[in-house]
């Protein structure tokens, strides 16, 4: 039973599975990802992390079971959900511009570009503020650096007012810096537009002062429970199929750290 004082889950997962190919990527997913929190999704590659996303945004259907978003059925273009695919920036053309780029997420497409409004050119620029890169929102995005890319990539999720962000490994190639940068954003983003952030993550390190729950692919099975029930050295060992150690600084600081496969 939901708690009638809570806002409703943003995903809902009842006894799901997915095929990709003929075969079973994951199955009997059953999760509600709570309203507000931010989700580290984690598993092993090629475990189904990236396809959660993808029934998540309408993309692909499910071989059995029901999936709800935002209160409906998944489809494709729900403007309520904010999505940056893996290797998105470097996947873009190099000729775009920052600030074209975030409008994408206003227009929808390309054509739109030259016709938009006064309101939503000042939606287009409150979100590149928003992110920090107002500075540079009239220069190409292969004139940019890795962490100035990536913000860019989330103000064009976030420009439509999103109430759930997918973001697929927003932290690759990023310097420790930029990964800080970013997850510090990413926090700020939490707390002033109520959203619900999911971060499909392989190191879950820089993430974790940030994040409340994980969605974990074990075992084929998607999984979902508070953070502090996810970093624990038997689940991760277990979830990665190598030793993990969980690391608790003087400080409070939490960290994983892998030291190997185990010994057979
Ligand atoms: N377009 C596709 N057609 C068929 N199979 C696919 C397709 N895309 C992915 N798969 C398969 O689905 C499975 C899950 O892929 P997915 O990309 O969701 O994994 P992932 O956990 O995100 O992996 P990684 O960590 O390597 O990015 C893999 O076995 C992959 O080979």
Known sequence: MTDPGLPPPVLVLEDVSVERGGR????QGTLAVPAGAVVGVIGPNGAGKTTLFQVALGLLPVSAGRVRVLGAEPRRGDRRIGYVPQNYTAAL???IRCRDLVTLGVTGHRFGL??????DR???DEALRRVGALDYADRRMSELSGG?????AIAQAIVDDAELLLLDEPLANLDLRNQQE???LLGELRRERAVTIM??????NPLLPVLTDAVYLLDGH?????IGDVVQEDLLTHLYGTTVRVVRTAQGDLFTRAIGPEPL
Do not use: E, M, N
């Open 93 to 95: 053309g190099d000729a």
């Open 122 to 124: 000042a939606r287009v």
């Open 199 to 204: 971060v499909v993550a392989h190191d879950l």
């Open 182 to 184: 970013i997850v510090t």
């Open 222 to 226: 998607p999984h979902h429970d508070p």
């Open 114 to 119: 030259r016709r938009i409004s006064a309101a």
């Open 24 to 27: 079973t990527v994951w199955s």
């Open 148 to 152: 100035q890319q990536q913000r860019v």
